[in-house]
Nanobody, 111 residues
Framework: QVQLVESGGGLVQAGGSLRLSCVAS????????MGWYRQAPGKQRELVAA???????NYADSVKGRFTISRDNAKKMGYLQMNSLKPEDTAVYYC?????WGQGTQVTVSS
């Protein structure tokens, strides 16, 4: 059974930082792109950042310059470093590999 498990969410003040992690249980991780998504209350889920298996990245305009996505294929792990957090970054954050999703981790940024 494929599993993706996120961790690292929490409550932080505006301007603070968090690092999210996603561990995959399957070998498909290394050969596929990985994405971080988020969903705020009452809003649609949106792509925050993505990284190819080779390490090429792209970001939503709203997080460019503040968030950094990375991966360790040997460990089957992905990361999202979030700096200069804003209240509007508050959401449940999910990792995704092909059709598989994690359960999400809550990030709350207080003003």
């Amino acid at each position: 059974q494929v599993q993706l498990v996120e961790s690292g969410g929490g409550l932080v003040q505006a301007g603070g930082s968090l690092r999210l992690s996603c561990v995959a249980s399957v070998s498909i991780f290394a050969s596929n792109p990985m994405g971080w998504y988020r969903q705020a209350p009452g809003k649609q889920r949106e792509l925050v950042a993505a990284i190819t298996s080779a390490g090429s990245t792209n970001y939503a305009d709203s997080v460019k310059g503040r968030f950094t996505i990375s991966r360790d294929n040997a460990k089957k792990m992905g990361y999202l470093q979030m700096n200069s957090l804003k209240p509007e970054d508050t959401a449940v954050y999910y990792c995704r590999v092909v059709q598989y999703w994690g359960q999400g981790t809550q990030v709350t940024v207080s003003s």
